[in-house]
């Protein structure tokens, strides 16, 4: 900023280029600075499964893994995360090779309307990664933040206490 | 007759689409050069627009168009044209009409941009001046202010007839109790936001996505209201994120969308904000008053159930509250009333179970207080009173298995160990109470259309103009046409949610799986019917002797069971015909003798336990059993979820749900999903259990089906009410039941 | 969302700089609070500063015997920090107490310290607000005001602050280090959040050109009796009616030093050092609890909506102070209160 040594540090409005890792490719947007991630990724870049349930932080359904950590997509810029990985619902499986948890939601009938889904699944996924769940209690509070208004919850959890199992008797 | 897939438990075959993210929802389809609108929401809720600005607005590059009702291009001007199908009595509500202001966070402006992010900076740049008008939102001030609606709406039977004399015997009665309960306002709130997105394509003709549970009641609304061919208007909509009601009549938004792509001759998306999706579309807030008479020995002797809800000033929004009560209990003298306040709010809308949830919860909570009253067991005292026929009209049922519901509930929940005495269960600090209560809903079955077509492979697909709202119709779809015509489950393809398809009705009313079912059904048989014309009259057909009696269709054969030298393969008929493809619509509506001859209902007995933190007023639900008879169950699997997406629903109408309405400001202010609390995972226990109870009834729908997408809210509220008085021996009859009320 | 400048920034200095040169910049981190704030067009900076890229992430030990925590530090990362767990346990708990795994994730310590107070009408630009545009008036006294104050508010302003981190920050005393144009500096935590009076408009006591470094804890921690309950509308993800940090120290069967604080009641996270004194030196029984939560409470006021909120208190803080008491903390997994 004072310096124009770096063009990052200088401030502007502009549209600029921000190059996202997005489910194992690189992407290169062109925004401004306020297009929120969840805006980039379902405007710019066609990624549709990240869904916008209230753009406020307060339902979940725009869950990420940035960095592999999840997030509210939402709730942040897309251009704070220049050169971050990206993981989507669509990075997580495709029709044809689904994730045993995207598997699992489906055999625990785990949705219905299936708007909040891929924020539940890479939400799921990211707690599976953090490891503090070990009972159904646990799933449940640290789950608390995506809604899910079909009410599909119970079925939710038996899916990940599934996929949890079956991903610590993996070989 | 063995089944394959009716009646077991199938995933559904949408799930792959769902799980991926691959499901495109309506505001999702691309579409190229698209705009995008953004809307203006006014801040008061009642007057008169004296200014509107759009010069800054319309300044920021990448703006397209600001539109108001000064600019707004022409419409239709007679009621008629803007009421859609299931559009209450009255003036339907027509955005950016004039200066006039009906609600708070009415639409004012449309910011139409090149990019939503422009849209959006934009809309918060056009200035609105009103003259304010004095506004009433509050029902409770205004009841004596209550109507009887004039003008009764299509399809909302009105109270029943009085039965006897009801204040007389009460009067009389040796017991009683006389109860008031009151409902908050309650939206909808599905995770999917309204959208809109129109394509605009040459010589006018429109491609409209929208989030509906109704694409050829949108289609009609849209021709209607902006004088348009249907053959220029197709409405698309495969993916609903969830509506529960509140996509059943066209919202503004696809006005809105729909009237900036044809003035623009542009592609045009709106999108609602959250905030925005609370200034339409809620469950009324009512007070309802609940009088019961009865004997020592718990049969009643009279029952009055008086409800007022409230409406818009400019419909009549009605929906079957009090008529439950009647339905359920045989009172002798009986009297129903129901009755509309006009308010300064939009007009309500029909939310799962609309009516029911209300009513039963004010029954079915005033029977509990007269067991008490009584000191008889809830359930005897429901037992004492069970009726073989519609009390209100005295008609027999197509079937009713509720006592069944009442013993397999009662026996899984462990009803018989319950103490009946309230504060009487204890575990640790927590009070532990169980409470119990009846739900019904209607059992419809409408007129619907469906075609399908067999094509070599084989592969089938089915198609109707019907919704997929999340309740699973793609699935019992594939499901009917793969057992109709023995195929594999992935041979068959489903086509749904788009106007061009054959005619639907709305998909609502829990009557979706039994009307489109029977007419996907009849479709198959259609083809099945032409199929073994075909296979019969093959050279040296194997089946030349045989009747369409006698065969089976499995394993994509047509085929004599126990003799599998006789068979030929859908595939050999299909070509040997010449012919590419079979193709067969059906219609099917109800018998209309049986209408009239027989109430048709579903029915279930649902038992609660709640834990109470007595101290600090925490209640939290630990156990439900919903013991379900609604007919033929098609699929065990989205069947359940049905039921049990409905019980959530229910513990939050219990415990968390409720628009807070400032009545100084006559606007609601928790429009967010921070503040109107729904369940979360943390809320719901894991034992929810659904029984189904087996309900063999040909009579309601050609298929036995009778739905199950409301049954599982209705009854709901009131087990745990119940429950929560028998761990703490307190009444809350004002939902929902928070900390405050427990202290 | 109105539009803006965005720059990063590489070191604390020039952030500082650029928050100094433009009064309606503001520095964004986890932005969970202040995106949402400027989607509700309620935040309008021209300026935004990334500071996600200052070395500010770290959780160490002090020279003192306490830890400090980076302003960066993401509310998950401290929550779940082995020493904070270990030796500030009621720290831990209150963050995960509050929000959703997701929010943590995003959200920073400095962050949580300035987010705004929550209130329907401050995020509804389509109602009067004194806190958004001073003098415009405060509908929520004779309005909506479930999860507002009961302490501490004036005749401008209800609001309360919705954090769960900074109730157990307040009653662990913690200091909170800034940086200015003129250099560093620290603030009490108890000085740190403002109460309405006649600025409703300012939350807190931090300058405008002051960027939040670090949180410094000292080394009494509390670790063997505290409990942070937090009550609310539902079981999860929802902002507290009320919510207790207590934490105990003992001499045989006497409260040597006790520290009492309490979320959603007031403006600001409300610590009261009378009512811990009333503690001090008394047994830890039910009576002690009592006094001490009426001390606390002598001067709450509740409006239409809320006044419950002043019994449901009392009764919170004697079972926070007999949870804390009896060693077995609130666990903010089970639903189940203790």
């Known amino acids: ?171 | 007759m063995s089944m394959t897939y009716l009646g077991k438990a199938v995933s559904r075959v949408d799930g792959p689409a769902k799980v991926t993210g691959a499901a495109r929802y309506a505001g999702e389809f691309p579409v190229p050069e698209l705009t995008y609108g953004v809307v203006v929401s006014s801040t008061i809720a009642r007057g008169k627009i004296t200014r509107i600005d759009s010069a800054a607005a319309l300044g920021v590059p990448g703006v397209v168009q600001v539109f108001t009702h000064e600019n707004r291009p022409h419409t239709a001007y007679l009621n008629r044209s803007w009421r859609d199908e299931v559009a209450p009595p009255g003036a339907p509500f027509r955005p950016l009409y004039d200066a006039e202001i009906h609600f708070s966070a009415q639409p004012v402006a449309l910011v139409v941009a090149e990019d939503f992010e422009t849209a959006r900076y934009a809309a918060s740049l056009v200035r609105v001046e009103y003259e304010q008008g004095p506004h009433t939102t509050d029902l409770e001030r205004e009841r004596g202010t209550a109507y009887v609606p004039p003008k009764k709406r299509n399809g909302i039977a009105p109270p029943p007839d009085p039965r006897g004399n009801a204040v007389e015997a009460l009067a009389a009665a040796p017991r009683k109790i006389a109860r008031q309960y009151v409902s908050p306002f309650e939206h909808h709130n599905p995770m999917e936001p309204f959208a809109t997105t129109v394509l605009w394509q040459d010589a006018g003709r429109l491609t409209v996505f929208d989030k509906t549970q109704g694409v050829q009641n949108v289609q009609s609304y849209i021709t209607s209201v902006f004088g348009l061919k249907a053959a220029n208007v197709q409405v698309i909509s495969p993916f609903v994120g969830g509506a529960f009601g509140s996509g059943l009549r066209p919202q503004y938004q696809v006005f809105l969308a729909v009237m900036a792509a044809t003035e623009l001759e542009r592609s045009v998306r709106v999108t609602l904000t959250r905030q925005q999706m609370f200034s339409f579309s809620y469950r009324p807030n009512t007070i309802q008053a609940i009088s019961l008479g009865a004997r020592p020995d718990g049969k009643l002797l009279a029952l009055t159930h008086e409800a007022i809800g409230n409406t818009s000033q400019h419909e009549d929004y009605q929906e079957t509250v009090v008529n439950w009560s009647g339905l359920l209990y045989g009172a002798e003298n009986a009297s129903f009333i129901y009755k509309l306040v006009k308010t300064d709010w939009a007009s309500p809308a029909d939310m799962r179970a609309p009516g029911a949830t209300l009513g039963v919860f004010a029954i079915e909570t005033a029977i509990d207080e007269l067991a008490y009253e009584l000191s008889l067991d809830p359930l005897a005292l429901r037992l004492a009173n069970y009726t073989e026929r519609d009390e209100n009209d005295g008609k027999p049922f197509t079937s009713k298995e509720l006592r069944a519901c009442y013993q397999q509930g009662a026996e899984r929940f462990g009803w018989s160990k319950r103490n009946p005495a309230p504060r009487s269960m204890t575990e640790g600090r927590e009070l532990i109470g169980w409470g119990m209560a009846t739900g019904a809903w209607e059992a419809l079955h409408m007129k619907a259309a469906a075609r399908a077509t067999l094509r070599a492979g084989p592969m089938l697909e089915v198609a109707s103009a019907t919704a997929d709202i999340g309740t699973g119709t793609y699935t019992i779809m594939a499901q009917i046409a793969a057992e109709t015509l023995g195929v594999p489950i992935e041979a068959v393809s489903v086509k749904l949610g788009d106007s061009s398809l054959p005619k639907s009705p709305i998909e609502g009313g829990s009557w979706t799986a039994a009307s489109i079912g029977a007419a996907v059904q009849a479709a198959c048989e259609t083809v099945r019917g032409k199929l073994f014309k075909l296979a019969r009259g093959l050279e040296n057909s194997p089946l030349a002797n045989a009747d369409i009696e006698h065969v089976e269709f499995a394993d994509g054969t047509i085929r004599l069971p126990g003799d599998p030298s006789r068979s030929v393969p859908i595939d050999r008929a299909l070509a040997a015909a010449g012919t590419e493809a079979l193709e067969a619509e059906e219609t099917v509506g109800p018998g209309l003798i049986s209408s009239r001859r027989f109430s048709r209902n579903t029915h279930s007995a649902v038992f609660a336990e709640v834990r109470v933190d007595e101290e600090l007023g925490i209640a939290r639900v630990t156990r439900v059993v919903n013991a379900v008879a609604a007919g033929r169950i098609l699929n065990l699997k989205t069947g359940g979820s049905q039921v049990m997406g409905g019980v959530v629903m229910g513990i939050g109408m219990a415990l968390h749900e409720e628009t807070m309405p400032d009545h100084a400001l006559g606007r609601f202010m928790n429009h967010n999903l921070a503040e109107y609390h729904i369940p979360v995972h943390a809320d719901i226990p894991a034992a929810i259990e659904v029984i189904f109870v087996e309900e063999h009834d040909p009579e309601v729908s050609p298929l036995g089906v009778k739905g199950l997408g409301e049954i599982g809210i209705v009854g709901t509220a009131a087990a745990i009410g119940n429950a929560i008085y028998h761990a703490t021996g307190k009444r809350v009859r004002d939902l929902p039941i928070t900390i405050d009320k427990l202290l | 969302m109105n539009r803006f400048e965005y720059a990063r920034a590489s070191d604390v200095a020039e952030a500082v700089r650029a928050r100094a040169a433009d009064a309606s910049a503001r520095f964004i981190a986890g932005g969970t609070n202040l995106i949402d704030l400027m989607k509700e067009n309620v935040a309008r900076p021209t300026r935004l500063i990334d500071i996600n890229h200052l070395p500010l992430r770290g959780i160490e030990d002090t020279d003192a015997g306490g830890v400090r925590i980076g302003a960066l530090a993401t509310n998950t990362a401290v929550a779940y920090d082995a020493r904070i767990e270990a030796r500030y346990p009621l720290l831990s708990s209150a963050i995960l107490a509050g929000a959703s795994p997701q929010l943590r994730n995003a959200a920073t310590t400095g962050g949580n310290l300035l987010q705004r107070t929550r209130c329907y009408y401050f995020y509804d630009t389509g109602t009067p607000c004194n806190k958004r545009e001073p003098g415009t008036g405060c509908p929520a006294i004779a309005g909506v005001n479930r999860i507002h104050a009961i302490l501490g508010a004036s005749e401008n302003c209800i609001a309360t602050h919705p954090s769960d981190m900074c109730v157990a920050l307040a009653a662990l005393a913690a200091t909170v280090r800034v940086t200015g144009p003129s250099g560093e500096r620290e603030i009490a935590f108890a000085d740190f959040h403002r109460l309405p009076g006649d600025t409703p408009e300012r939350d807190t006591n931090l300058g405008e050109d002051e960027l939040i470094t670090a949180i410094d804890l000292p080394p009494e921690g509390f670790a063997s009796n505290y409990s942070y309950l937090k009550l609310r509308d539902r079981l999860s993800y929802a902002f507290a009616l009320v919510s207790v940090a207590a934490a105990l120290t003992f001499d045989g069967d006497t409260i040597r030093e006790a520290r009492l604080a309490l979320g959603g009641v007031a403006h600001k996270p409300w610590r009261d050092t009378a009512a811990e004194a009333a503690l001090a030196g008394k047994p830890a029984n039910r009576a002690t609890f009592e006094t001490a939560a009426a001390a606390l409470l002598a001067d709450a006021r509740g409006y239409s909506g809320n006044a419950f909120k002043i019994e449901l208190a009392r009764r919170a803080i004697v079972r926070a102070l007999s949870q804390a008491a009896a060693g077995t903390p609130q666990v903010q997994t089970d639903k189940r209160v203790r």
């Open chain 1, 1 to 171: 900023m004072g310096t124009e040594a770096s063009a990052a540090g200088v401030f502007s409005a502009a549209v600029r280029p921000v190059t996202l890792s997005v489910n194992g490719a690189d992407r290169e947007l062109r925004i401004a600075p306020w297009t929120t991630l969840l805006d980039g990724l379902r405007e710019y870049l066609g990624l549709t499964g990240t869904k916008k349930g209230c753009d406020h932080g307060q339902c979940g359904a725009c869950t990420v893994l940035v960095d592999g950590v999840r997030i509210n997509s939402c709730l942040t810029l897309a251009v704070m995360h220049e050169g971050a990985t990206i993981r989507t619902i669509e990075g997580i499986g495709a029709e044809g090779a689904l994730h045993p948890l995207q598997q699992a939601f489906i055999d625990h009938d785990a949705f219905q309307c299936g708007y909040c889904t891929p924020g539940q699944i890479c939400s799921a996924t990211g707690l599976i990664a953090e490891g503090r769940a070990r009972t159904p209690e646990e799933i449940r509070e640290l789950m608390s933040g995506n809604l899910c208004r079909c009410g599909a919850y119970p079925n939710i959890v038996a899916a990940i206490e599934h996929a949890m199992r079956v991903a610590e008797t993996a070989p």
